[in-house]
């Protein structure tokens, strides 16, 4: 059979290439994005009461994001903060959170319960924006910023991340 | 709430010590420039191809909001939908709408696993439904992707992708009625171990668009997700059963049953590179009163493998195999299948590499390998040309080839003295020229222009034989050109409202071939609308009010002959709690008399009235 021997022949072509890629998941490069956000957000006094207290980074809907999110995130600090990662299955146990990524089914009903409060809440793809919202562009992972939303729970984002984005919806004139 | 004042503690600070990872040591600007595989590998890479793909979101497939698969594909402006009866709809891209409704230019595949029938080629829709909240997307790629995707693929390729199960936890139930339909869901997703989910789902469905027929419809069935970053494991099954009261002078019951097993193992290497090996198994029966029944198993399994070649190169390879049985058996007196059962293996191979020429502009080469048993070897290549000029825009060419191998019905088919199958039947082939440009052309609007211009040659034909007019046979008889336009676009007029056309025009330019002894003429290959627009105006009011409008128009079908028509929707979705929402649509409002969008000579025309559709959704 003339395929079998193509298929041989790909199969050696799998063999040999042991490639220096350029390419890398998609969500490691989120995860990586995720936890890097929280040095250029500022959020109010009220949301570290204590200084030694881990950033908390939420995850819904996202089980295989969170376990690459704290891989990467446990060597980690941010000032003398290391970082926690939850997985949490409902939208009414956001209260702790500093960082909620969201995507799926609770993305519209966690980000109302985010709304006015010091989360940054991120979402990816979908109709349903958080603070920041990740698409892909090109094959390249990028953001946009609502710098309203961000306003409303009284989070600052430092303008070296706005300017990275690809379009920022600017919070009111103040 | 705490005012919006900086910290003085801040926490602004530079970013952590790097570690062992490549990632973390980069900027966030190198970062964004990182090239991502997709999370579901070419499934996902295709939205960022140079091919005419317009992407169904589950937005958009909740503001359809009549929870069907067929009526949710309306919504791609580059699809003709036309709805047959209570549940069943002919569905082609680029033309060819066969007048029985069995378009067989098309490939469907639902979460990787082929749906269209071996026996023609067609897609039996009314086998096809889900919990519409549990579906991700629909990819709708007009124009021939036979590299990646296979035979058939020849004017177009719909791809119906669900939610992973992490994406779909909790209870849901939903449910919708209107005067002639009723259709209930539920669903539950939990977790296990450490890192899977899993949903599991009951689905009821009840259609009649014109009395006496009705369809009912149940359908069960799970899906489950593990694993980690490395390795992600699925595995997915469904099980339905349905029956369709049809009137075919007299009345007719059809009853469907049928089920699918799919696992699939996806393993992501440090270096970037993706394997995924998929597996299915899949039945399908379906039995007339009359006597005429039909099962098709089908069996398959897939690979492929997507690495980076040095700096410029990136590949997919893959390989697959693909074995269906059936049994045919024929009511009394009409049609049957020799021989009446038959299993058709076909082997294929592919291989598709994006060359980085420059920065802004790639060139992916690309040639699937097929084997059938009906036609041996056949190759299905492609180029492409995608050029960036500018960060937000894409200019596309392309040039393939693609084939429909014969299916059953069309070398088999026979009818004593009338009809004698199509022993030299051979390969339906598409040379398709395809030109595109898309841009987000700033913040608000965004849009997408494609053309294209196929050849075909050897379409289908159904010829006298030197015995006289009877009995017929099926050829390759039929040659011709068809070109087109398809665009589409979206633009915001305010954060809260967007407004959404379309438009697709095209013409064909089909001829019999010299020396063809056809009988049916080039209308036989297919009966069209030149010309689609649609409108849709998409508003959220707030939180927690949805405000749609949409319209569309579709010119008259030449033969057999449908008018014209203007069909306008309206729906109201109410978010009336978290959990609870409500939505209110109606469709056809214009249309108190009923009219048909298809017409199939052996069927009785059916009317499609104005209806109202409630549905109501709670989601814990």
Not at chain 2, 5 to 17: C, D, I, K, M, N
Not at chain 2, 318 to 335: L, M, S
Not at chain 2, 383 to 399: C, E
Not at chain 2, 584 to 600: H, K, Q, T, V
Request: glycine share 10%; aromatic share 8%.
């Amino acid at each position: 059979m003339r395929l079998a021997s193509i298929l041989l022949a790909m199969s050696a072509i799998v063999a040999l290439g042991s490639p220096a890629s350029a390419q890398t998941a998609q969500e490691e490069v989120k995860a990586t994005f995720i936890y890097r956000f929280v040095s250029y957000i500022g959020w109010p006094p009220a949301s570290f009461p204590d200084a030694g207290l881990p950033v908390q980074l939420c995850v819904i809907g996202a089980d295989p994001l969170a376990r690459t999110l704290e891989r990467a995130t446990m060597a980690q600090r941010v000032g003398a903060r290391h970082f926690e990662v939850r997985r949490i299955g409902d939208a009414d146990d956001i209260d702790a959170c500093h960082v909620l990524y969201v995507v799926g089914d609770r993305t519209a009903a966690a980000l109302r319960a985010a709304r006015r409060r010091a989360i940054l809440s991120i979402t990816s793809g979908g109709s349903e924006r958080g603070v920041i919202h990740f698409t892909i562009v090109d094959a390249r992972v990028r953001f946009y910023i609502d710098d309203a939303l961000a306003e409303e729970g009284g989070l600052t984002i430092d303008p070296r991340l706005l300017n990275l984005a690809l379009s920022v919806r600017r919070r009111s004139a103040s | 709430m705490p005012a919006s004042a900086f910290a003085e503690e801040s926490v602004l600070t530079a970013p952590g010590r790097s570690s062992d990872s490549e990632l973390e040591d980069l900027s966030l600007e190198q970062l964004g420039d990182v090239q991502v595989t997709s999370v579901s590998g070419s499934a996902q890479s295709v939205g960022e191809a140079p091919a005419a793909i317009f992407v169904i979101t589950a937005d958009d497939i909740e503001r359809a909001g009549n929870r069907s698969i067929p009526a949710a594909l309306r919504q791609a402006p580059n699809l003709q939908v036309a709805r047959l009866d209570s549940a069943n709809y002919a569905i082609t891209a680029r033309g060819f709408n066969h007048s029985s409704g069995t378009a067989n230019k098309l490939l469907v595949m639902v979460d990787g696993r082929i749906v269209y029938t071996p026996l023609y080629s067609g897609v039996f829709w009314d086998e096809q439904n889900a919990i519409m909240e549990d579906l991700d997307r629909i990819e709708v790629v007009s124009g021939p992707g036979g590299v990646l995707w296979g035979s058939n693929a020849v004017n177009g390729v719909i791809n119906i992708v669900s939610r992973e199960a992490h994406e779909t936890q909790g209870l849901l139930v939903s449910g919708g009625a209107s005067e002639t339909s009723r259709a209930l869901g539920a669903r539950y997703g939990g977790r296990f171990g450490d890192n899977g989910a899993y949903r599991v789902y009951g689905l009821g469905l009840r259609r009649s668009v014109d009395e006496p027929t009705e369809w009912r419809n149940y359908q069960l069935g799970f899906r489950s997700d593990w694993g980690g970053a490395r390795d992600a494991f699925t595995l997915q099954g469904d099980l339905y059963h349905g029956d369709q009261d049809q009137l075919v002078g007299a009345l007719r019951n059809t009853e469907i049953s049928g089920g699918n097993i799919l696992g699939r193992w996806t393993r992501r290497f440090s270096s970037g590179a993706e394997l995924s090996v998929q597996a299915y198994a899949d039945r399908s029966e379906r039995r007339v009163s009359s006597g005429i029944s039909a099962e098709v198993d089908a069996a398959a399994v897939d690979t492929q493998y997507q690495f980076s070649l040095g700096e410029r190169h990136n590949l997919i390879i893959g390989a697959g195999a693909r074995t269906t049985e059936d049994a045919f058996t024929p009511g009394p007196g009409t049609v049957f299948l020799n021989p009446a059962a038959r299993r058709l293996d076909t082997l294929s191979a592919y291989i598709q590499d994006t060359v980085a020429i420059t920065d802004d502009v790639d060139l992916i080469a690309g040639v699937k390998l097929e084997e059938n048993d009906y036609t041996g070897l056949e190759y299905m290549p492609s180029l492409r040309l995608a050029w960036r000029p500018d960060a937000g825009s894409l200019v596309w060419a392309a040039v393939s080839r693609a084939v429909r191998t014969p299916s059953r019905f069309d070398t088999e088919l026979q009818n004593t003295g009338v009809l004698n199958g199509g022993p030299t039947f051979g390969s339906e082939d598409l040379l398709a020229y395809e030109l595109g440009y898309r841009a987000q052309a700033n913040e608000r609007l965004w849009f997408s222009l494609s053309t294209y211009f196929n050849v075909y040659d050897d379409l289908r034909t159904l010829e006298a034989t030197s015995l006289g007019v009877f009995p017929l046979e099926v050829r390759n008889g039929m040659s011709g050109e068809t070109y087109g336009v398809e665009a589409w676009g979206s633009y915001a007029i305010a954060d809260w409202w967007r407004l959404n056309a379309g438009l697709n025009w095209q013409d064909k330019d089909l001829q019999i071939d010299p020396g063809s002894a056809d009988v049916f003429g080039v209308d036989f290959a297919g009966n069209d609308p030149n010309l689609q627009l649609s409108l849709r105006s998409l508003m959220d009011i707030g939180d927690r009010i949805q405000l749609d409008l949409s319209g569309r128009y579709v010119s008259e079908l030449p033969s057999p002959q449908v008018d014209a028509y203007v069909a306008v929707d309206a729906r109201i979705g109410l978010r009336i709690t978290d959990h609870f929402e409500l939505s209110i649509a109606g469709y056809n409002l214009l249309d108190g008399d009923g009219r048909s969008e298809f017409i199939n000579p052996s069927l009785p025309p059916i009317e499609i009235e104005r209806s109202l559709f409630i549905s109501a959704r709670w989601r814990s």
